[in-house]
T-cell receptor
Framework: GQSLEQPSEVTAVEGAIVQINCTYQ??????LSWYQQHDGGAPTFLSYNALDGLEETGRFSSFLSRSDSYGYLLLQELQMKDSASYFCAVRRAPSNDYKLSFGAGTTVTVRA | DTGVSQNPRHKITKRGQNVTFRCDPISEHNRLYWYRQTLGQGPEFLTYFQNEAQLEKSRLLSDRFSAERPKGSFSTLEIQRTEQGDSAMYLC???????????????FGEGSRLTVL
């Protein structure tokens, strides 16, 4: 089986930095993805880590430590539009099978 | 740029009725996925097609659920004899040979929300 743990909620003010942690236990691991989902919207891809280290994409960065079965998503210079749910997801197959196992999500609320 | 399209967006039905959802993936994508999402949870994998072949089905997909992808283009997900526990958002996603293929990126539609009364 597999389990992914992430905090359920985070609240922060505009301009702040938020880190969303994700720990995972899975039978097989190939990479960790992060998705953003606004209320009523489609999940949209943010980032992916297959190797240890930090991946930076604009205001968002994602980190992975395979030895610790741990990753995080860092949201910098928070904006109101960043209020959404953020999901970590494990890709388990070493092939081109993109079936993902998602965590329960972290709801980020950005206050003025 | 046409994304993944799903319809209907909302469906309210009575217990015991059959419902069908349709997904039109991004046209050049050969892989198509169905996920289910309940309130406060992440999407759960249901099934996966590569072209017209259904390659994997989750144990979540009971005998009342059937999915097809004729001709490897659009897909349908049918739920027979709906139960209240089937109430959820049904998400379709697709992926293919894009420049970001190695990231495992899935392109999701906005989902079809099912409410079973």
């Amino acid at each position: 089986g597999q389990s992914l743990e992430q905090p359920s909620e985070v609240t922060a003010v505009e301009g702040a930095i938020v880190q969303i942690n994700c720990t995972y236990q899975t039978s097989g691991f190939y990479g960790l993805s992060w998705y953003q989902q606004h209320d009523g919207g489609a999940p949209t891809f943010l980032s992916y880590n297959a190797l240890d280290g930090l991946e930076e994409t604009g205001r968002f960065s994602s980190f992975l430590s395979r030895s610790d079965s741990y990753g995080y998503l860092l949201l910098q210079e928070l904006q109101m539009k960043d209020s959404a749910s953020y999901f970590c997801a494990v890709r388990r197959a070493p092939s081109n099978d993109y079936k993902l196992s998602f965590g329960a999500g972290t709801t980020v609320t950005v206050r003025a | 740029d046409t994304g993944v399209s799903q319809n209907p967006r909302h469906k309210i039905t009575k217990r015991g009725q059959n419902v069908t959802f349709r997904c039109d993936p991004i046209s050049e994508h050969n892989r198509l996925y169905w996920y289910r999402q309940t309130l406060g949870q992440g999407p759960e994998f249901l099934t996966y097609f590569q072209n017209e072949a259904q390659l994997e089905k989750s144990r979540l997909l009971s005998d009342r659920f059937s999915a097809e992808r004729p001709k490897g283009s659009f897909s349908t997900l049918e739920i027979q004899r709906t139960e209240q526990g089937d109430s959820a958002m049904y998400l379709c996603a697709s992926s293919g040979t894009s420049g970001r293929e190695n990231t495992g990126e899935l392109f999701f539609g906005e989902g079809s929300r099912l409410t079973v009364l």
